[in-house]
């Protein structure tokens, strides 16, 4: 486990989405006000959804937001399972966020060629001021999943043979989802919570490998785990 993690224990998946929402929206106006913009990573699955759910009732400098993806499956662009498709849905269809500013993983054109050309997305973001992370419960976060092996050094990996279906998807770095300056990890729901005690007792799993050089904040439900 991280050493610099700052564990939110709360009782439901509302109240972990509405304290994460209040962060964002800290984070969100602490950066437009020091740099003139927010640069925020977006995720995948059920608790982020709440959580955009929620920004939406925000009155939020939208125009100064800059939105990325974490991971992506490789499906067509208006493909129901497509994280994007649902962050659209939820939160940038109903937000004032320029539509360039919004920069999507083009992981309709497969791992390969939509990993080459996020690398160069992320290389131009430099550091994020915010990442959201999930995990799933094999300890997965974004589409960084247990035994696959990537190239340390890459900004983007193709990645094939998910566990979790699609098997073709595209994820960020662990060295570039640690480029931030805050991460929020939002895990909910019982099925988590092998993975919570692995990776509270140190264990390898991907959601261990993400570090970066700010204390991370993880809430959590109590289905998820009881302190
Ligand atoms: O496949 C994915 O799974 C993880 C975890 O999702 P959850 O629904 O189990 O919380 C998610 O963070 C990732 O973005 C997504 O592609």
Known sequence: MQNNSRWHYLETAEQVAEAACQQILNAATSAISERG?????????????????LLTESNADWANWHIYYGDERCLPADHQDRNSLMASRVLLDNVAIPANQVFTIPAERGPEQAAESYRLTV??????DMVLLGMGEDGHTASLFPGHQHQQDELVHAVYNSPKPPPERVSISAKALSNTRELIFLITGANKQEAVNLWRSGSDLPVA????????????DSDAFKP
């Open 209 to 220: 490998t993400i570090e970066p050089e700010n204390p991370i904040d993880i809430y959590i």
């Open 123 to 128: 290389a131009e973001a430099g550091a994020f």
């Open 37 to 53: 913009k927010f640069k925020l990573v977006l995720a995948g699955g059920g608790t982020p959804e709440k959580v955009y759910r």
